[in-house]
C-alpha cells in the first residue's frame, strides 16, 4: 500500500487526545507545517490544557473529562 494510499484514522480516546494515524499534515495559522513523526501516529489535544498545543502533552490528566461516542 502506498502513501497514498494509506488511510487516515482519527481515534477519539476517552478522557483524552485525538489519535491520528495515517499520511497527514498539521499547518498553523501562518500555514506553516508542523514537523511530524514518519509512520507514527500523533495526538492532538481537544482538553485545552496541553504545553504542547496542538499535540497532547498529557495534561488533560488533570481533571479533563469527555467519553463522547459518535
Given at each position: 500500500?502506498?502513501?497514498?494510499?494509506?488511510?487516515?484514522?482519527?481515534?477519539?480516546?476517552?478522557?483524552?487526545?485525538?489519535?491520528?494515524?495515517?499520511?497527514?499534515?498539521?499547518?498553523?495559522?501562518?500555514?506553516?507545517?508542523?514537523?511530524l513523526?514518519?509512520?507514527?501516529?500523533?495526538a492532538?489535544?481537544?482538553?485545552?490544557?496541553?504545553?504542547?498545543?496542538?499535540?497532547?502533552?498529557?495534561?488533560?490528566?488533570?481533571?479533563?473529562q469527555?467519553?463522547?461516542?459518535?
Amino acid at each position: 500500500m502506498t502513501m497514498a494510499e494509506t488511510p487516515v484514522t482519527i481515534k477519539v480516546m476517552d478522557n483524552g487526545p485525538y489519535v491520528v494515524e495515517g499520511p497527514i499534515t498539521i499547518l498553523d495559522a501562518q500555514g506553516n507545517a508542523f514537523a511530524l513523526p514518519q509512520g507514527r501516529a500523533v495526538a492532538l489535544c481537544r482538553c485545552g490544557m496541553s504545553t504542547t498545543k496542538p499535540f497532547c502533552s498529557g495534561a488533560h490528566r488533570n481533571g479533563f473529562q469527555d467519553a463522547s461516542r459518535a
